[in-house]
């Protein structure tokens, strides 16, 4: 099933936010990855990329990333943990609906920087 995400991913528009939020840290791992290789062939391609987990988990990402040739600027581009940090709370409901509202979020904001 990775194999297949990451073969979609090429098929996702670049104006697209990204949630990953796979079975497995292997999975989630390598769509991270592709994504950013994505993104360093077309600057500005998923304007969001958010991974689900823990900051000890991103910790993890970020070193194997770098240690395959990623820059801190690429990383920059992933947001982990994601939601809202004002929404507390561990359960999948709550953590969905500080994903929903952080999208929201961002979506306003773009709506009004432009114009």
Not at 13 to 18: F, I, R, V, Y
Not at 37 to 53: H, M, Q, T, V, Y
């Amino acid at each position: 099933p990775a194999d297949d995400v990451i073969d979609g991913l090429d098929q996702v528009s670049a104006e697209s936010s990204l949630l990953v939020m796979s079975f497995t840290h292997a999975e989630d791992f390598e769509v991270i990855r592709c994504a950013l290789l994505r993104r360093r062939k077309e600057p500005g391609c998923f304007p969001f990329i958010g991974l689900i987990g823990s900051k000890t988990k991103w910790r993890k990402f970020r070193h194997r990333l770098i240690e395959r040739g990623h820059s801190e600027q690429e990383l920059e581009a992933v947001t982990c943990p994601i939601g809202l940090t004002e929404i507390i709370g561990k359960s999948p409901t709550i953590i969905a609906a500080s994903v929903a509202a952080q999208l929201l979020v961002r979506r306003s904001q773009s709506l009004s920087f432009q114009g």
